[in-house]
């Protein structure tokens, strides 16, 4: 079974600082994906960044980049210039590749991201 | 920007009765989930659902848990005999295929279970 892991249960930062969230997770499949999913106070989840786990280079989206370790089974998040809009509780999650219809989420506890001005 | 709907926002029940969430997905998507999250833990997934029918259920979708998708547009979750331990967020999500692998969250729904 997979399972995804975040240490940090709460983080804050400065407005302007970098600041990076730590996922570990733990698969016996070769061809996976990974996200990063973004949840604001009181809205609903919106992905920030996928990963395949076939492609070395780490994705990136805008400020948003992730350090994909796949020996290490490790995916961490990067914000750089982090705006007070980033404040939101941030979920590392796992889905296999899959030929049938296993395409399920499996989420991470989350991570408590506070953007301070 | 397209969205996932969820109403109500909020569900409050008796213990024993039964509610039903509803989930608008995305118009175009045909791939549609259910999750939870009870207060403190992970989001779980509940089920999976294609073609009108069930793809794919986890062990917390028992006989009380069904899904529907009425009239093409709506995809809703029933919950009968709800119990105290069934209070949670619960998540809709749709996708457009599973090529793509992205799945568009609702808000949520949180029930709870008096």
């Known amino acids: 079974a997979q399972t995804v892991t975040q240490s940090q249960p709460e983080m804050s930062v400065q407005e302007a600082e970098t600041v990076t969230l730590s996922c570990t997770y733990d698969t016996s499949e070769s061809n996976y994906y990974l996200f990063w999913y973004k949840q604001p106070p009181s809205r609903q989840m919106i992905l920030v960044i996928r990963?395949?786990?076939?492609?070395?280079q780490n994705a990136t989206e805008n400020r948003f980049s992730v350090n994909f370790q796949k020996a290490a089974k490790s995916f961490s998040l990067k914000i750089s210039d982090s705006q007070l809009g980033d404040t939101a509780m941030y979920f590392c999650?796992?889905?296999?590749?899959?030929?049938?219809?296993?395409?399920?989420?499996?989420f991470g506890k989350g991570t408590r991201l506070h953007i301070l001005p | 920007e397209p969205e996932v709907t969820q109403t109500p926002s909020h569900q409050v029940t008796q213990m024993g009765q039964e509610v039903i969430l509803r989930c608008v997905p995305i118009s175009n998507h045909l791939y549609f989930y259910w999750y939870r999250q009870i207060l403190g833990q992970k989001v779980e997934f509940l089920v999976s659902f294609y073609n009108n029918e069930i793809s794919e259920k986890s062990e917390i979708f028992d006989d009380r848990f069904s899904v529907e998708r009425p009239d093409g547009s709506n995809f809703t979750l029933k919950i009968r005999s709800t119990k105290l331990e069934d209070s949670a967020m619960y998540f809709c999500?749709?996708?457009?295929?599973?090529?793509?692998?992205?799945?568009?969250f609702g808000a949520g729904t949180r029930l709870s279970v008096l």
């Open positions: 999500a749709s996708s457009e295929n599973r090529a793509k692998n992205i799945q568009y």
């Open positions: 999650a796992f889905m296999k590749q899959s030929m049938n219809r296993d395409d399920k989420i499996i």
């Open positions: 990963q395949e786990a076939y492609k070395q």
